[in-house]
């Protein structure tokens, strides 16, 4: 496997990321208890009149990072009514439980505040509102809370329990660059510990910052590149001294790692250690096809107690989990959608299920492409050989409660 860097880096992800192209049971009872569950009285987000009316048109307006519009989909093209295949559904039942719980929290406690979340996007032309997916999220939490219970396999494992409490809708690729492409590409990101520094060393000398919230009102810090932080502005001497915070010292290639990575756990020689993830970013974009260390797009760190995915802010941030999260487009696709991948052929097809909770600027646009939180790793190598056994491209399901 040749190693690509992904297209997500300096993004708006919340999680790490290292993307590689080429890789990159049921009784009538639980059925009963499970269809209950959908009727949960959980706080719903106040949704406008809009946002609780799905599409009624087929034609969709496609749009990107700065929320504007790039070009018109039909839905049909990308989404159609589909069935799982006969096969285990794989994921870890309880990672997937806690960031579903994490999920549904952020619908709950930051709808007024992030409208983003609130768009139907293009499942709206399926009939799909974002009022569906709080659903669908309820009655999966419900179900995998009472089979851990229970101590046993959950229901959501089983294709045909899938088929039958939910909408299977298969996804289509939608590629303008690649008409021809017609599965999801799946690229594949990791959480790396780093060694480090709490203190300017030989060997770890360029930090990590944090902006100061009292100072970074007035967004003075989107006036300046990667490079000219580097040169030294907010060291003593600089003509921004004192405006932000050093968390943490690491090498140059470091840095560049956890630009890319978006959330880093960094190792420090007394032993302790910690996690760190973007905050703030100044606003220049990522120009896909330039080389990472030429990008002007620089991102600075909060310390925080988790890998974080998808948020309006640093604060709110979803907590996930490997193995079960994917990051997409949550503009178009939509956050908090379950999707199902199949992938080989026979005996050896795969179903893994997670659920888009993180996001990042190649995404928007992207009807093409998932990203896969793949784990924590040491290093490249053993992320390489993990990811080795993943498909890079795969067939895709999105499950809508009925």
């Known amino acids: 496997m040749h190693i690509q860097l992904s297209q997500k880096f ?34 719903q987000p106040s949704l406008t009149s809009t946002q609780k009316i799905a599409q009624t048109s087929d034609s969709y307006q496609v749009i990107d990072e700065a929320r504007k519009f790039r070009y018109t989909v039909q839905g049909k093209q990308v989404l159609s009514a589909g069935n799982l295949p006969t096969a285990k559904v794989n994921f870890n039942q309880t990672d997937l439980l806690t960031t579903l719980v994490n999920t549904r929290q952020y619908f709950q406690e930051h709808a007024q505040a992030d409208p983003d979340m609130l768009r139907s996007g293009l499942l709206g032309t399926q009939g799909i509102t974002v009022d569906d997916t709080i659903k669908t999220l309820n009655f999966m939490i419900t ?87 580097l040169s030294g502005i907010y060291e003593p001497g600089g003509k921004e001294y004192g405006k932000v915070e050093p968390l943490a010292y690491l090498s140059r290639q470091g840095l560049e790692e956890a630009l890319m990575e978006g959330t880093i756990l960094i190792n420090f020689p007394d032993g302790t250690s910690g996690y760190f993830n973007v905050d703030r970013s100044n606003e220049i974009p990522f120009v896909k096809g330039v080389n990472p260390r030429s990008q002007k797009r620089y991102w600075y760190f909060r ?72 784990g924590i790793f040491k290093n490249k190598q053993d992320f390489q050989a993990f990811v080795n056994q993943l498909p890079e491209y795969a067939n895709a399901y999105i499950l809508v409660k009925k």
């Open 10 to 43: 300096y993004l708006s992800l919340s999680s790490a990321v290292l993307s590689l192209s080429a890789l990159s049971s049921c009784s009538q009872s639980w059925q009963t208890k499970a269809e209950s569950a959908s009727q949960l009285s959980v706080p």
């Open 143 to 229: 179900v995998l809370q009472e089979d851990i219970a229970q101590k046993r396999p959950t229901r959501l494992q089983n294709s045909t329990f899938i088929n039958q409490n939910f909408r299977v809708i298969k996804w289509s690729a939608n590629n303008p660059r690649k008409p021809a492409q017609k599965q999801i590409r799946l690229t594949k990101y990791a959480v790396f510990t780093h060694p480090g520094s709490r203190t300017k060393t030989s060997n770890y000398n360029v930090p990590i910052y944090s902006l100061k919230d009292d100072l970074a009102a007035n967004k003075f810090y989107t006036k300046y590149t990667k490079q000219d932080v």
């Open 303 to 374: 310390k925080v107690d988790a890998i974080k995915g998808y948020g309006y802010k640093i604060d709110a941030k979803i907590s996930i989990k490997p193995g079960v999260t994917f990051a997409g487009d949550v503009l178009n696709i939509g956050l908090g959608r379950m999707v199902v991948l199949e992938s080989g052929q026979g005996k050896n097809k795969r179903l893994r299920m997670g659920i888009i909770a993180d996001t990042g600027g190649a995404f928007l646009p992207s009807l093409y492409q998932l990203d896969f939180l793949s």
